[in-house]
Structures are given as structure tokens and as C-alpha cells.
């Protein structure tokens, strides 16, 4: 993939990413960004155990894609 269309492609999940809510945001910043586990990121956030946390992440995740099918429709 040339560089230009690579940055592109960040440049737009940024914009997605920017659409979402706060807790998706924060999230998705923890866990891919600053790579904390789910235990930390349940202590972080206040979550009442980690499954709880990957569900929602879950769930960001597939708003994240909608979002990105919807552009690309």
C-alpha cells in the first residue's frame, strides 16, 4: 500500500473515531492505543469487571465499522 493512501485511510478512522462517544473513545484509546489490559481499563473507567469492559469494546468496535460502511456505503 503506498504511503499516501496509508495515511488517507488513518486520517478517515481518526474522523470515524472522532464521531464516536466518549466512553467508545476512551475505550478504544486504553486498550489499541496505550495498550492496557482489560484489568486495567476496568479500574481506570470504573467498569465492574473485565467482561464487561470487552463487551463494550466490543461494541465500539462494531459502531466504529458501521460507521466506516456507512461512508463507504
Do not use: P, W
Not at 47 to 64: A, G
Amino acid at each position: 500500500m503506498e504511503a499516501a493512501q496509508k495515511e488517507e485511510q488513518i486520517v478517515l478512522l481518526q474522523s470515524y473515531y472522532e464521531k464516536m462517544g466518549v466512553h467508545c473513545k476512551k475505550i478504544l484509546q486504553l486498550f489499541y492505543y496505550e495498550e492496557k489490559k482489560l484489568e486495567e481499563i476496568v479500574h481506570l473507567l470504573g467498569y465492574e469487571n473485565k467482561d464487561v469492559v470487552k463487551s463494550q469494546k466490543s461494541r465500539c468496535i462494531k459502531q466504529l465499522k458501521t460507521l466506516i460502511a456507512e461512508h463507504n456505503g
